[in-house]
Antibody, heavy 122, light 113 residues
Framework: EVQLLESGGGLIPPGGSLRLSCSAS????????MNWVRQAPGKALEWVSS????????VYADSVRGRFTISRDNSKNTLYLEMSSLRAEDTALYYC???????????????WGQGTLVTVST | DIVMTQSPDSLAVSLGERATINCKSS????????????LAWYQQKVGQPPNLLIY???TRESGVPDRFSGSGSETDFTLTISSLQAEDVAVYYC?????????FGGGTKVEIK
């Protein structure tokens, strides 16, 4: 059974930094692209970033490019999201999500974690 | 960016009746070389992460009840719940994966009338 467990969220002041982690199990982590998707309270889903399985190629939403960095450690089955220069509008539940396809990503998601809440506020 | 627009924002349907949710993309998500529409549907129940229902616009994910169906092509898509059950109360999202940035619709909340 695929399991994704996010951690690292919390209350952080504007301008601060935070690193989220997503620990994966139940599948060959290193063979799948991984993603971060966020959801502000009461709002719709918003894609944040994706990272390919073996090349580590990354892509970002315009709203986070230059401030967030996605990375992965395939030896630890863990996905990361390094967040800096945080803004109030980054407040959201951050989900990690697994791409459906073994190998090259297709960019839709068949497994999601429960999310970790990031609150940017004084 | 491809903008995904869902309608209605919410709908209330009686148990056993049909629920229809629309999703319109600002440009075609049909990749003509493989004749596939790069469109997925997710269900999100309160307090839970999204759950994949439909991909390639009309292919049901394994384990999804057959009362859920997807249709449409290019820019106009529909998710239909043929006979609404109590456990279908949720918010439903469409997502295009034609290219990045990946984009979701604003969601449609389905309730029991």
């Amino acid at each position: 059974e695929v399991q994704l467990l996010e951690s690292g969220g919390g209350l952080i002041p504007p301008g601060g930094s935070l690193r989220l982690s997503c620990s994966a199990s139940g599948f060959v982590f290193g063979s799948y692209a991984m993603n971060w998707v966020r959801q502000a309270p009461g709002k719709a889903l918003e894609w944040v970033s994706s990272i390919k399985a073996t090349t580590g190629d990354t892509v970002y939403a315009d709203s986070v490019r230059g401030r967030f960095t996605i990375s992965r450690d395939n030896s630890k089955n863990t996905l990361y999201l390094e967040m800096s220069s945080l803004r109030a509008e980054d407040t959201a539940l951050y989900y990690c999500a697994k791409d459906v396809n073994l190998g090259p990503p297709v960019y839709y998601f068949d497994s999601w974690g429960q999310g970790t809440l990031v609150t940017v506020s004084t | 960016d491809i903008v995904m627009t869902q309608s209605p924002d919410s709908l209330a349907v009686s148990l056993g009746e049909r629920a229809t949710i629309n999703c319109k993309s600002s440009q075609s998500v049909l990749f003509r070389s493989n004749n596939k529409n790069y469109l997925a549907w997710y269900q999100q129940k309160v307090g839970q992460p999204p759950n994949l229902l439909i991909y390639w616009a009309s292919t049901r994910e394994s384990g999804v009840p057959d009362r859920f169906s997807g249709s449409g092509s290019e820019t106009d898509f529909t998710l239909t719940i043929s006979s609404l059950q109590a456990e279908d109360v949720a918010v439903y999202y469409c997502q295009q994966y034609y290219f990045t940035p990946l984009t979701f619709g604003g969601g449609t909340k389905v309730e029991i009338k």
